[in-house]
Each structure stands twice: as structure tokens, then as C-alpha cells.
């Protein structure tokens, strides 16, 4: 953008799309008139913009300008990706699980934040109580519920009562019991609340973080109806002692009719009709709003939240439609957004308040997604779920656990591979501990443990600045270079380190690589002069001495049919067959 005199000038709309296309040689000149555009506008305050075509056409840039307006797009580009960041996750450890049946449903595997443990329970009501530190087994306990024989007992739900230290569980009796988990207690059974009109399918409980003694407990059951069983004097007792009924063994027996009525002056009950016909699939009580949030795999009626009214223990339903129905949803407190898991491939985020469409949208998984999890401390979440893939014309799933960056909308980790094999129609429930950053799944009877790296051992991919990479699509993989004379190869869905060769040119830098066209071979070239062939098993099968015996700085490898190409501040052309 120079006169022959050498004089910065400036140049017109049309003149600077012609120049531009003539000296980039890509892209279009629909997008060079953008550029154009935004750099006027840039250059120019408010009131003053060109409002027309004519208007652009008068207008003009000179380099400074588009110097600036590029800088300030690549600085607004890195300030939105700047804190996008994935968690480098230790290799996945398969935990040792006597549970013979299925691990049920979200949430069956809790966090004990008292005796810092991890509490598991299967179908079958076996309960098992992992140390925090190595996850080992501390003990277990098989759950009692006389209603029901022990091989008929079918658990849908555990939630910890954790401002009582109880834990409640649901059963498909159409009963929900209350053990306490003190040491000294064993398990036992304190209440027994009988006669629910619907099997209970899920629980959420919820304390007040101002008044412990206030708590919901919520439970979402098989006829679509959403109760909530409010608490206002939870750490003194839950129900009202005049009003229970003693049983045979210790626990104390809770009838729903009387609660219902409002019997127990410590207690009562609010429900509302959050989906017909289905079943309820998960519920969620949200504290800074006052609404439960419950899901159902229902097209008209997939997501319904029932808010409470100011001084009225009435609810206000809102219900949101999808295509296909959600099978599971969360919310984050600080964005204030739910995530749903939809059968239609989509991670759908929405406000709690605009029940017409979804804020957002997170494309890329290709089958149903079962679970989301937010991380609550940053704005990510995870989705889980079985994808369809087809490979030499046979359809196959691949169970997928992506993380989604919530501020750009980008998938920032996908994790495949390290999954158990499961039946197809296996439910995976997954939990995110933030305090000690692990990551549970159960597949049926199986638990699986990510931990992340510990921030005070976590490092950088290299030690050294990144001088070159390359994306090998044979081998899926990512190949990365340093100044340190190391390349290391990585599993471009998980991030996973495979292969690490060190001192590939000495001490010296490597330079820039190129992978030959069967992307078997790689070349490096360093700031040794020499240009080397490479296996990716980290053998070296040939040197190419570009520098003849000096040192000389090589940009970039070029490979031929049959030659090799070197470049730098010299050029050098190496007559070498590139053999296979």
C-alpha cells in the first residue's frame, strides 16, 4: 500500500478488494469488502459511519488503519479464547465394585462431605463407602426394607440429607426411607414414608445455605408429577412425632395422605403436574430462583419448571418443548443457564425464563445424549453420550464424553476410547466433584475414575517453546515440536501424550517437521544444519546434511515426488530419493 515513491497511500473500496485478491490469492472479494468495511468502521466515531454504498465507495484505508483494525479483531479472537481451558486428566482408573447390579441412575454415587467419602448404591441397595484418598472400599451395607423381600428390592434413588446426615432413598415400592450414616448407627433405618400415589423415580434435596434447618426434598415420580417435601425444622426432626406410626422394627412410619393434609406442622407437601403421560426422569430444585426444574423424555413437555409465588404455596408450571424429549438437565447458579441432554443429538442451553427457544445450541454429537453436568466454578459443561459411527458400511456406537466451553460455544475436550463396554441401553450416570476435581461414571456396575493433574505438578505440553505442528489424520494424531529438540505426539480427541522422542537434533532447536504422503515418515529439520526421516516408533532411518557440516537456520521442508526441498537464509536443493 505503497506509491512508487515509496509514500504510504490510501486506497478505495474496489481498489483495495482488487489488490487484496491479487496478493492473498484466497479468499473471496465478498470477504475482502467485509475487511474493508470493518476497518472504516473502525477508523470512524459513531455519527459518522458510511450508511451507504455510494458513501463506501468514497471511503478509503491506508495500512495504519488496517493494521489496527486487524490487531484489534486477533485481540478480541484472543481475550474470547484466552480462558478457554481443558483439564488434563491422569489415566482413567476402573475402580474394584461388588455390585453385582446395575449402578442406578444419576446421583447414586454422592460425596460424603462430613467422613469424606464417596457412598454407591445399586439396584439391589447395596451401599458402599469409598476413602476420598485412594478410593478404596471402607465398608458396605446391604439396606434393609422389610416391605418388600430382598430379591424384589429395587432402589431408583439416593440423595444426602447432608444438614441431617441421612441419606434418602427411594424405592420402587412406592416408598421412600431415611437411613442415618453415622459409624455408630449402621445404616439404620430412622423413617419409612409410605403410601407415595406413583413409584418415586428421582430425588434432588436442597438446604438453605442461611438456615439449615430449612430444606426441600424433592421427588419426581413415574405418573409425571413433581412433590416437594419442605422442611422447616430439619435438624431438629423431619416429621412431626405425633404423627408417626411405630413399626415392628425401629424405623418410624410416615403416611403421605396425612402429609398431604398437612398434618406434620414440621412438614408439608407441594406437587404439581410437571409432565403427562411420562415419567419423570430428573429433578432439580434451584434455590436463587425458588423454581423445580424437572425433564422428561415427553416432545410437547420435555423440560417444566414450577415456581413458587411469593407468600403462596401454589406453583406457576412453564413447560419447553423439543423435538424428541431430554433425558437429563442441570443448571449453572452463576450464568443462570440449564443444560439439558436432548434424544435429539443436542446439548441445549437455555433461560429458565424464555420457554419459546434455547439460547444456545452445542452441536456435534451424532446419537442421544444421556447426561450434563456443569462445572459450577467455571463456564463449562459435560455431555455424555453413545454416538453413531459407520465404518466400512457397518454402524457402530462410540460412547463419547465431550467438555463444552459455555462463553464460546466450542467443544473443548472429547474423550473417547477409555470407556467399559456396555449393553446398549446401559445408563450412565456421571459425577463431577469440584472440590477435589474427580470425575465418577457408572456403567452399570462399573465405576470409572478421572482425576485431573494437581495445578502444583501441571506443566505445559513442552518445556520449551513450540516451534511446529502438525495433524497426522492417519494416525488421528497431533505432532508438536519444541526448542528443546523434543517431539511428542498426542491423541487429538483426548489430549493424551503417546509417544515422546527427546534430543531428535542434539541440544539444538527444531526448527519446522513435514510429513511425508503416506504420513508414516516424519521429517525434522534443526538449527544443526541437518534434516532428518523418522519413524513413529522414534527411530531415526535417515540424516540429510542441509548445512554441509555448519550450522544454518532451515524454515521449511518441502517434500517432492523424489526430492527434498530445504529452505532458510540459504536454499539448498538435496537431490536424495525419499525411499519407503
Known amino acids: 500500500m505503497q506509491d512508487s515513491s515509496g509514500a504510504s497511500r490510501c486506497l478505495s473500496r474496489t481498489k483495495f478488494i482488487d489488490l487484496a485478491c491479487a496478493a492473498v490469492g484466497r479468499g473471496s472479494r465478498v470477504e475482502f469488502g467485509l475487511m474493508f468495511d470493518g476497518t472504516v468502521v473502525a477508523q470512524n466515531p459513531p455519527g ?36 478457554i481451558s481443558a483439564p488434563r486428566w491422569k489415566p482413567p482408573r476402573t475402580l474394584t465394585c461388588p455390585h453385582r447390579d446395575a449402578v442406578q441412575r444419576s446421583l447414586q454415587v454422592l460425596y460424603i462431605q462430613n467422613s469424606a467419602q464417596y457412598l454407591s448404591v445399586s439396584k439391589g441397595g447395596l451401599v458402599v463407602l469409598r476413602d476420598r484418598g485412594d478410593m478404596s472400599i471402607v465398608r458396605t451395607h446391604r439396606l434393609q426394607n422389610k416391605t418388600v423381600s430382598p430379591k424384589v428390592l429395587w432402589v ?30 449402621d445404616f439404620n433405618c430412622k423413617y419409612k414414608l409410605k403410601g407415595l400415589r406413583f413409584v418415586p423415580w428421582c430425588l434432588d434435596y436442597w438446604v438453605d445455605p442461611t438456615n439449615p434447618d430449612q430444606a426441600i426434598l424433592t421427588i419426581g415420580d413415574i405418573g409425571g408429577q413433581v412433590s416437594a417435601l419442605n422442611f422447616t425444622s430439619a435438624q431438629i426432626s423431619l416429621f412431626e412425632r405425633h404423627y408417626v406410626r411405630t413399626a415392628s422394627g425401629s424405623e418410624d412410619i410416615v403416611l403421605w395422605d396425612e402429609l398431604v393434609k398437612g398434618k406434620h406442622y414440621c412438614c408439608y407437601v407441594t406437587t404439581h403436574q410437571a409432565h403427562t403421560p411420562d415419567w419423570v426422569r430428573k429433578v432439580r430444585y434451584l434455590g436463587s430462583v425458588q423454581a423445580f426444574l424437572s425433564c422428561s423424555l415427553t416432545p410437547q413437555c420435555s423440560m417444566a419448571i414450577g415456581w413458587r409465588e411469593n407468600g403462596s404455596r401454589t406453583l406457576r408450571v412453564t413447560s419447553f418443548a423439543t423435538k424428541s424429549g431430554v433425558w437429563d438437565v442441570d443448571y449453572h447458579f452463576g450464568l443462570g443457564l440449564i443444560a439439558s441432554a436432548g434424544v435429539d443429538h443436542q446439548v441445549l442451553l437455555w433461560n429458565p425464563c424464555v420457554t419459546s427457544k434455547p439460547v444456545f445450541a452445542l452441536f456435534g454429537h451424532s446419537g442421544p445424549v444421556i447426561t450434563v453436568t456443569f462445572i459450577q466454578t467455571k463456564p463449562q459443561v459435560f ?31 472429547r474423550m473417547t476410547g477409555i470407556f467399559p463396554k456396555t449393553r446398549e441401553d446401559t445408563h450412565v450416570n456421571l459425577l463431577f466433584q ?7 461414571l457408572t456403567f452399570d456396575s462399573q465405576l470409572l475414575l478421572l482425576e485431573t493433574v494437581k495445578g502444583e505438578g501441571r506443566t505445559s505440553s513442552h518445556k520449551y517453546p513450540v516451534t511446529c505442528v502438525l495433524y497426522n489424520s492417519l494416525l488421528k494424531q497431533v505432532v508438536s515440536s519444541d526448542s528443546g529438540s523434543t517431539v511428542i505426539s498426542w491423541v487429538s480427541d483426548t489430549g493424551q501424550m503417546v509417544k515422546r522422542f527427546d534430543h531428535c537434533h542434539g541440544n539444538t532447536a527444531i526448527s519446522t517437521m513435514d510429513l511425508d504422503a503416506t504420513q508414516t515418515r516424519l521429517f525434522t529439520a534443526g538449527a544443526d544444519g541437518q534434516v532428518k526421516v ?12 542441509a548445512g554441509m557440516g555448519g550450522a544454518a537456520s532451515i524454515s521449511q521442508v518441502l517434500l517432492l515426488r523424489s526430492r527434498v526441498l530445504v529452505m532458510g537464509w540459504k536454499r539448498y536443493e538435496l537431490g536424495i530419493s525419499v525411499a519407503h
Open 156 to 185: 431408583t434413588d439416593v440423595v444426602y440429607l447432608q444438614n441431617t446426615q441421612k441419606i434418602a432413598v427411594s424405592f420402587t415400592c412406592r416408598e421412600v426411607c431415611f437411613y442415618d450414616i453415622l459409624p455408630k448407627q
Open 48 to 83: 459518522h459511519l458510511p450508511c451507504s454504498n455510494h458513501k463506501k465507495e468514497e471511503g478509503s484505508v491506508n495500512w495504519r488503519e488496517l493494521c489496527s483494525f486487524l490487531l484489534l479483531e486477533l485481540s478480541d479472537k484472543t481475550k474470547k479464547h484466552r480462558f
Open 383 to 413: 455431555s455424555y453420550s453413545k454416538d453413531k459411527l459407520t465404518k466400512s458400511a457397518i454402524l457402530s456406537q462410540v460412547q463419547v464424553l465431550s467438555l463444552w466451553d459455555v462463553s464460546s460455544l466450542q467443544c473443548v475436550q
Open 434 to 440: 469440584e472440590e477435589h476435581q474427580r470425575l465418577l
Open 534 to 545: 523418522w519413524d513413529f516408533n522414534g527411530h531415526c532411518l535417515l540424516r540429510m546434511n
